[in-house]
T-cell receptor, first 118, second 111 residues
Framework: AQSVTQPDIHITVSEGASLELRCNYS??????LFWYVQSPGQGLQLLLK??????LVQGIKGFEAEFKRSQSSFNLRKPSVHWSDAAEYFC????????????????FGKGTKLSVIP | DAEITQSPRHKITETGRQVTLACHQT?????MFWYRQDLGHGLRLIHY???????NKGEVSDGYSVSRSNTEDLPLTLESAASSQTSVYFC??????????FGPGTRLTVT
């Protein structure tokens, strides 16, 4: 069964500092990969996704993520954090290939809560 | 604008009662999903549907049921609510091969 590990439960950074959130997955092949963000009391919003092609993926709000097959990782980065980035971030994977919605059942990591110091 | 809505947003119920949480999407997505979110567990899949009359169990389906009578709606029913089902519930929808779009969530408390 596939699994997703986000090693950091809580990260605190200063506004303007760079950010990297880690995500490692366990799966027999390359899955589809996603990063979602959840602001307090809100639903999840997609930041970016990787299906194939260029391993550096650009997303919304200035975020990017790099897929590294050799490390089974899909880390999320932002060069300069803004106070509004404080939220919880979830990495998720879905099986590649197959047919129907089953190919896109998401398995989520447990999330990393980001706090930003002004 | 197309959207996905959930109702109610907050619900308090008693142990043993039947509860139904509504999910409605206007994107005409064929796929719909229900997740629960608990501290320390992230989001876990309860049930999902590929289309009308199709339903499937997810990772944590015990005590829950869904039915899909049209494209827009996937209600989630707790047959006999238990305190362990106190959680935040999220509905999501997608076209096959695309990202999932999430609703705002329903906070359910079982007393």
């Amino acid at each position: 069964a596939q699994s997703v590990t986000q090693p950091d439960i809580h990260i605190t950074v200063s506004e303007g500092a760079s950010l990297e959130l880690r995500c490692n997955y366990s799966y027999g092949a390359t899955p589809y990969l996603f990063w979602y963000v959840q602001s307090p009391g809100q639903g999840l919003q997609l930041l970016l996704k990787y299906f194939s092609g260029d391993t550096l993926v650009q997303g919304i709000k200035g975020f990017e993520a790099e897929f590294k097959r050799s490390q089974s990782s899909f880390n999320l980065r932002k060069p300069s954090v803004h106070w509004s980035d404080a939220a919880e971030y979830f990495c998720a994977v879905a099986p590649l290939g197959g047919s129907g919605a089953g190919s896109y059942q998401l398995t989520f990591g447990k999330g990393t809560k980001l706090s930003v110091i002004p | 604008d197309a959207e996905i809505t959930q109702s109610p947003r907050h619900k308090i119920t008693e142990t043993g009662r039947q509860v139904t949480l509504a999910c409605h999407q206007t994107w005409n997505h064929n796929n719909m999903f229900w997740y629960r979110q608990d501290l320390g567990h992230g989001l876990r899949l309860i049930h999902y549907s590929y289309g009308v009359q199709d339903t499937n169990k997810g990772e944590v389906s015990d005590g829950y049921s869904v039915s899909r009578s049209n494209t827009e709606d996937l209600p989630l029913t707790l047959e006999s609510a238990a305190s362990s089902q106190t959680s935040v519930y999220f509905c999501a929808s997608s076209f096959t091969g695309d990202e999932q779009y999430f609703g705002p969530g329903t906070r359910l408390t079982v007393t």
